[in-house]
């Protein structure tokens, strides 16, 4: 079970990164261990605390192997590959360059439809017309009561293998915190809606302090089924 904060504070992911000199446009000094520059990759910015692990201060022009501890761990899971890369910055001002050379969360390997499916038993059928209201069903057990939410939309589409279930949260008030609840409906679907084996992933986009979101999700036990939540304002 994923826990909604990373109480133990122990390490995700490690890391090469390679801190530019004030002449290339990076930092004025040095960066010491527990650095928390923002992390940058694919398009947004998140907290992540960095141990080095082979020193204590990384010179500028040097690169430094890194374990990484990030401060919101939900939005990372089912994002990194082995090469990943990303961008340490300070502001809009980038200050480094780094590359994924592990990964020490089992979640947070990326994952893509087509290895889901790959990995799919024979005898797992996907969900059909009959049997899909019982799964509508459980979304609405298992999200409400959620603050904010006004009422959920569904639509099926059975035969699209990636997005069989779109399931549309409505929030009634755009000045709330979305990171909460981001976070509030990926513990509803992690305790109360998914199977055991079911991978999931956040896809964000921020614009004017408002999060456009979708959990993509993809889950089986004895049938599969694939879609997204969407959050929208």
Request: glycine fraction near 6%.
């Amino acid at each position: 079970m994923i826990e909604q904060k990373n109480k133990s504070l122990e390490p995700e992911l490690e890391a090469d990164i390679y801190y530019l000199t004030e002449q290339e446009g990076g930092r004025k000094s040095d960066v010491r261990s527990g650095y928390r520059g923002q992390f940058f990759y694919d398009g947004n910015d998140w907290d992540a605390s960095q141990e080095f692990m082979d020193k204590d201060v990384c010179v500028l022009g040097d690169t430094v192997a890194v374990r990484l501890i990030t401060l919101s761990l939900l939005f990372h899971v089912g994002q990194f590959y082995i090469g990943k890369t990303f961008e340490v910055r300070e502001g809009k001002k980038i200050v480094g360059h780094g590359r994924i050379t592990k990964i020490l969360r089992e979640d947070f390997n990326y994952w893509d439809f087509d290895s889901f499916f790959t990995g799919l038993p024979s005898n797992c059928s996907p969900y059909d017309e009959e049997n899909i209201d019982g799964f509508i069903m459980d979304f609405e057990y298992g999200l409400a009561g959620i603050t904010k939410l006004d009422n959920l939309k569904f639509s099926a589409v059975l035969a699209n293998n990636e997005q069989m279930l779109t399931v549309q949260c409505v929030v009634s008030d755009s000045d709330i915190n979305t990171k909460q609840f981001i976070e509030e409906v990926c513990k509803r679907w992690i305790e109360k809606i998914q199977f055991k084996k079911s991978f999931y992933k956040i896809k964000t986009n921020y614009a004017n302090k408002v999060c456009d979101c979708e959990l993509i999700f993809a889950t089986r036990s004895s049938m599969s089924l694939t879609g997204k939540i969407v959050i929208s304002y």
